[in-house]
């Protein structure tokens, strides 16, 4: 039964960065949907995120199987419950690409945005956050999962100097509120996307040292 349940264990780590790879490639998208002001890339993320729905139930049936016929203890039992929850993460992850990919039809519709946004630098340090985490997943890594949550902090403060770049463009250009807000929203998607990502690595860091760490952030310092 061991055997058994150490190749079941083995696939479902396959599925979950399966899962987790299809997910890096649709916020990757998304992103690079506004910023070189291409439709096609948003189009594509809206039009593909069945596969990431079909994939994320795939891996839940997985991990209620294995847990219904092995009921494995330990080391075992924290990575299938780790992956239940990061399988949630992942499936809300796309939502958000989805989310920010209809914006950015919006947004490169219309004329270029003539106030200083962030955007770019924030899009990547969350991006940067969402392959840390899963690259914690892979190398069951406590260390660097305790980094991606160090960085949610920064994108946090990325997050509210965007809400006052924006602020400062609505007073400076009223006839621009709409395509602002827009903005404003991708930012705030981003902001949730970060959010996910230290969610799957508090996760990790339970899966690792069996220590449930939300809320203790400080303690990282």
Request: hydrophobic residues 45%.
């Amino acid at each position: 039964m061991a055997i058994h349940l150490q190749r079941e264990i083995d696939n479902l780590k396959k599925k979950i960065l399966n899962l987790g790879a299809l997910v890096e490639s649709r916020v990757r998208k998304a992103t690079l949907s506004i910023q070189n002001r291409n439709p096609d890339l948003a189009r594509d993320v809206i039009e593909t995120d069945l596969e990431i729905d079909y994939v994320e139930v795939d891996v839940e049936e997985e991990c209620l199987k294995i847990l219904a016929l092995h009921q494995p203890v330990a080391v075992d039992l924290r990575f299938i419950i780790a992956v239940l929850k990061i399988n949630n993460d992942l499936e809300r992850i796309g939502d958000l690409a989805v989310n920010i990919a209809e914006r950015a039809l919006y947004l490169v519709s219309q004329p270029p945005l003539g106030v200083s946004l962030d955007f770019v630098g924030m899009a990547r340090r969350v991006q940067r956050m969402l392959k840390n985490s899963l690259d914690a997943l892979v190398n069951f890594s406590a260390s660097l999962a305790k980094e991606v949550c160090l960085d949610d902090d920064e994108v946090d403060a990325m997050n509210r100097q965007m809400y006052l770049s924006v602020q400062q463009g609505i007073r400076s250009q009223p006839q621009r509120v709409e395509p602002l807000i827009h903005m404003l929203s991708v930012s705030r998607h981003l902001e949730r996307i970060a959010d996910h990502a230290t969610n799957i690595a508090e996760d990790v860091i339970y899966m690792v040292e069996g220590e449930i760490v939300r809320h203790k952030t400080e303690e990282y310092m």
